[in-house]
């Protein structure tokens, strides 16, 4: 039974994403699809838990909070003065992709996002 167990907690870590690195793309903002805004994650992955940072640029970044991975989903939010984001993805081909749901200053933002390893 012990070896079963073993067995079945190696291949649960096997299987889960490892999303740790430096992640670039592009946020869409479903109210006005033409616009393309630069999103910038570097991420650290232990176990399921995510720390790290996000923003606009490598310069502008603000620490995120409650990261999580599960399998390849991977949530995880951003909090700097009148900005409030949370962020939904799933790791496919190589992309962090999904949705990011903002309020900035109390105006709502969704839209999608599209990031790719880059370091």
């Given at each position: 039974m012990k070896l079963f167990f073993a067995s079945l907690l190696l291949t649960?870590?096997?299987?889960?994403?490892?999303?740790?690195?430096?992640?670039?793309?592009?946020?869409?903002?479903?109210?006005?699809?033409?616009k393309h805004e630069n999103f910038v994650v570097t991420l650290t992955q232990n176990g399921d838990t995510l720390t790290g940072t996000a923003g606009s640029t490598a310069e502008?970044?603000?620490p995120i909070s409650?990261?999580?991975?599960?399998?390849?989903?991977?949530?995880?939010?951003i909090k700097a003065d009148e900005v409030s984001i949370h962020l939904t993805l799933?790791?496919?081909?190589?992309?962090?992709?999904?949705?990011?749901?903002?309020?900035?200053?109390?105006?709502?933002?969704?839209?999608?996002?599209?990031?790719?390893?880059?370091?």
């Open positions: 649960l870590s096997i299987s889960a994403a490892n999303v740790s690195g430096k992640w670039t793309g592009t946020f869409i903002d479903n109210a006005d699809t033409t502008d970044q603000g409650n990261g999580k991975v599960d399998g390849n989903n991977v949530t995880f939010d799933q790791l496919v081909d190589n992309h962090l992709k999904g949705q990011i749901h903002a309020e900035v200053a109390g105006e709502k933002h969704d839209g999608t996002i599209d990031l790719t390893r880059s370091e």
